[in-house]
């Protein structure tokens, strides 16, 4: 049973987007949590999430993100989310994270906001 | 003069997080049945999802072989969610609510689960029965 799965793929500027497809809960976490050491690993720090077939995400799901920004901003990058349905974009609102992260309708405007400098 | 009808529905799963998404189907179907919105279905069931994954946790420490009993309890505007374990007493009223601005200028991490819970439903309670924890939420219908 695939239920979430995240893919990684390279684009201009040194970004990296991670592809969320599916649910993420307290079942599915490890899988991001990997994905985001991957990159951290690989010392890529310019991240966007685009979360376009991402159908769910309860609190364990938000706390994957707080696990990694301060080490991603620590090394001047950002993890910068796009691309969520109303239903997912919801549920981050309701807890306030578009104060901490920067959430946008679509991949393009987030790798416009990571500028040229990579 | 007739009492509104009660409706209910029950559902039992071992205490494993693979479980959580049986959990939320069984939710969403009830929760649509009787006439929430899309939002709301939503919510509700991340509130149940939140409660869940907190007994597997932290009441019964991951352990996969205990169980967890959700029933759905529907009188007149009353949609009640009532999950019952047998693991150590977690009571989400006794959890602080977090100040988010403070959470996000120190990247604090988890906690979020019963705050979630309590702003979504309209009342949360928690007893104990005998060796039983009971956690009960209410959301009304519009």
């Known amino acids: 049973m695939s239920e979430f799965k995240v893919t990684i793929r390279p684009r201009d500027n040194n970004i990296h987007v991670l592809e969320l497809k599916g649910y993420l809960d307290a079942h599915t976490t490890p899988v991001l949590e990997d994905a985001f050491q991957q990159m951290l690993n690989e010392k890529k720090y310019r991240l966007i999430v685009n979360c376009r077939e991402l159908t769910y995400i309860s609190s364990a799901g938000l706390g994957v993100f707080m696990a990694f920004i301060e080490d991603v901003r620590a090394n001047t990058g950002d993890i910068k989310l796009s691309d969520m349905t109303p239903k997912v974009f919801n549920i981050f609102d309701l807890l306030g994270f578009p104060m901490l992260y920067d959430i946008v309708p679509a991949e393009e405007e987030a790798a416009h906001k990571f500028g040229n400098n990579a | 003069m007739t009492a509104a009808r009660t409706y209910r529905a029950a559902l039992s799963i071992p205490s494993q997080t ?117 956690l009960r939420m209410i959301k009304t219908l519009p």
């Not at chain 2, 069931?45 to 169980?67: F, L, M, R, W």
């Not at chain 2, 979020?112 to 309670?125: A, N, P, S, Y």
């Open chain 2, 18 to 134: 693979e479980r959580l998404n049986d959990v939320r189907e069984f939710v969403a179907g009830l929760a649509r049945t009787h006439g929430f919105s899309e939002d709301d279905i939503n919510k509700i069931t991340i509130a149940v999802d939140e409660a869940c994954t907190n007994i597997i946790k932290h009441g019964y420490n991951y352990s996969p072989d205990e169980q967890i009993d959700v029933e759905i309890i529907r009188t007149g505007a009353a949609f009640e969610i009532v999950i019952a374990d047998r693991g150590k007493q977690f009571d989400p009223n006794a959890i602080q609510t977090p100040d988010m601005k403070d959470y996000f200028q120190h990247y604090r991490r988890g906690g979020l689960g019963v705050f979630l819970m309590k702003k979504i439903m309209d009342k949360v309670e928690f007893d104990l029965h005998r060796d039983r924890n009971v």
